[in-house]
């Protein structure tokens, strides 16, 4: 079955820098295109970025936009957000999400917490 597990969150000071991973696993990874999506408490999920399955196409919503790179290795089954110049806003759970066969599937995500 389909599986997104990530990991690489943590506490981290404003102006730090986090790399976020997604491991994939029980469909073909270099199919799909693949998105980050956070939530902050109280908010909705919103999506942060996605790259198309061969990682030639990002795109970045506002929020992250020129901080923000979104890369994966197909060959690792792996996706990856490195975060940069983190603002306290940025704080949030960081999802995966991959969409087959019309069933979108989330990981269970890795907080990130930006705080001083």
């Known amino acids: 079955q389909v599986q997104l597990v990530e990991s690489g969150g943590g506490l981290v000071q404003p102006g730090g820098s986090l790399r976020l991973s997604c491991a994939g696993s029980?469909?073909?990874?270099?199919?799909?295109?693949m998105s980050w999506y956070r939530q902050a408490p109280g908010k909705e999920r919103e999506l942060v970025a996605s790259i198309s399955s061969r990682g030639g196409t990002t795109t970045y919503e506002a929020s992250g936009k020129g901080r923000f790179n979104i890369s994966r290795d197909n060959a690792k089954n792996t996706m990856y957000l490195q975060m940069n110049s983190l603002k306290p806003e940025d704080t949030a759970v960081y999802y995966c999400?991959?969409?087959?066969?019309?069933?979108?599937?989330w990981g269970q995500g890795t907080q990130v917490t930006v705080s001083s």
């Open positions: 999400k991959v969409v087959k066969s019309g069933v979108a599937y």
């Open positions: 029980g469909f073909t990874f270099s199919n799909y295109i």
